[in-house]
């Protein structure tokens, strides 16, 4: 799993904004199920006006957005927010965090919901790994009421924040996952135990559309179809600006990377 994990590590979102070998979409029209399709044809209408499908776009909505908003907090207003919602953190300022604008480590669950790595207690407490930027944690906030109506208590990641290169120089911008701006999720586990896998139950297509009218997994489990539609609707809420899937290219084929990039305006959902 360890293997695996730096694997990942290394390839995700490396470059991928195009180049990858990309399929037909899938002609298969199996509709997503949400709580609200009249909201859900607005949002998307937005989207189609605003964009190509998968490719950057600048929402209508985005002034409101809490990826836009979250992403343009100065630290101090992350941290009081952070502190407003009662979330259990810790600050961190170890070499581990270099890279991170304003690193956190959360020490309990957002809305019943734990974010974790396969780590033990103890490495957990000190990995790299569960580090984050406060303005993620936000959105994971806001994220977790979504798993949580969907029963899920538990999200297992492979990472959050990737160390920087030992030669990095001091205040040398990052971004992605070595700003702690992103996770990799790879499994949602449900209080009773089972679980909706990325790699196991998406059951997309690279190319395929992965929210909206044509997007479908194929086939439509029911695993496959609830972890589409809790997707979907961290889509539609506008929780983070960058959203990719195994649609998008082979190294997210086990996971999703959900991002809020700071001081930015365009979305990617693919
Ligand atoms: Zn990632």
Known sequence: MRNALLAVALVCFAGDASGAPVKQPSKKT???????QAKKRTVKKRWKTASGRGRFATPEDVATSP???????????CLAELDVRKIPYVRDRTDGARGISTPVRLT???????FRTNLSAKQRATTPWELADCRLILALDDFSEILAAHDIVDVRHYSMHRRVP?????GKPTKQHMAGNAIDAARFIARDGTFLDVDKHFNGAIGAATCGDKAAPSPATSEAVKLRGILCEAVERRLFNVVLTPNY??????????????????????
């Open 30 to 36: 199996v509709k997503v199920p949400t709580k609200s």
């Open 67 to 77: 990826a836009s908003h979250y992403g343009s907090m100065s630290s101090g207003q």
């Open 108 to 114: 309990g669950p957002l809305h019943g919901v734990e």
């Open 166 to 170: 030992a030669s990095w120089p001091d």
């Open 249 to 270: 290219n082979r190294p997210h084929k086990n996971h999703f990377h959900l991002e809020v990039t700071q001081g930015v305006r365009w979305f990617l959902v693919h």
